[in-house]
T-cell receptor, first 112, second 116 residues
Framework: LAKTTQPISMDSYEGQEVNITCSHNNIATNDYITWYQQFPSQGPRFIIQGYKTKVTNEVASLFIPADRKSSTLSLPRVSLSDTAVYYCLVGARARNTDKLIFGTGTRLQVFP | GAGVSQSPRYKVAKRGQDVALRCDPISGHVSLFWYQQALGQGPEFLTY????????KSGLPSDRFFAERPEGSVSTLKIQRTQQEDSAVYLC??????????????FGPGTRLTVL
């Protein structure tokens, strides 16, 4: 399974755009890139998923360059409620299971 | 439209006690997963069920850990003779289909286990 590397922590202020980059140099051809968000005392929550180029939903955008060795989660105009840990996952499918492989994530702190 | 629920939310056990953690997945979801999350770390995979079949238990840390899903819905994670290193949050997740690596997994709130 592809290993991911992302910053341990990031700080931002309300109203700013936040970009969190994840490196996954050994991503496989059939791997998707998925981001989850986790608030304290809650389970992770799916944010967005993509395979290549750009994906956008009501919460975030995901940018994936042509070589797919990295990806960037973009959160537009963050608010205090976006303070959470963000996980980048690649290669969820392993053998006959669909287990998710989480790293340590990026802890985003949004200040007023 | 209830989500994944877990009980109890908090459990304190004395070292050596047995504990049982329950997970109620979203109705109709085929796949069910258990993860262990230590403080400050990301969740780590424990085991996976497809309906009632346990297809992957490679993440269970020792033979003291046992999981079951006898009727393909509710699942129980049992830990025998608990040790202090078992203290963690135990997360359950479910997804609607099988064998689809891109399916979203829906997580419950977790059970925080503290072993004294």
């Amino acid at each position: 399974l592809a290993k991911t590397t992302q910053p341990i922590s990031m700080d931002s202020y309300e109203g700013q755009e936040v970009n969190i980059t994840c490196s996954h140099n050994n991503i496989a051809t059939n791997d998707y890139i998925t981001w989850y968000q986790q608030f304290p005392s809650q389970g992770p929550r799916f944010i967005i998923q993509g395979y290549k180029t750009k994906v956008t939903n009501e919460v975030a955008s995901l940018f994936i360059p042509a070589d797919r060795k990295s990806s960037t989660l973009s959160l537009p105009r963050v608010s205090l409620s976006d303070t959470a840990v963000y996980y980048c996952l690649v290669g969820a499918r392993a053998r006959n299971t669909d287990k998710l492989i989480f790293g340590t994530g990026t802890r985003l702190q949004v200040f007023p | 439209g209830a989500g994944v629920s877990q009980s109890p939310r908090y459990k304190v056990a004395k070292r050596g006690q047995d504990v049982a953690l329950r997970c109620d997945p979203i109705s109709g979801h085929v796949s069910l997963f258990w993860y262990q999350q230590a403080l400050g770390q990301g969740p780590e995979f424990l085991t996976y069920f497809q309906n009632e079949a346990q297809l992957d238990k490679s993440g269970l840390p020792s033979d003291r850990f046992f999981a079951e899903r006898p009727e393909g819905s509710v699942s129980t994670l049992k830990i025998q003779r608990t040790q202090q290193e078992d203290s963690a949050v135990y997360l359950c997740a479910s997804s609607p289909r099988q064998g689809v690596g891109t399916d979203t997994q829906y997580f419950g709130p977790g059970t925080r286990l503290t072993v004294l």
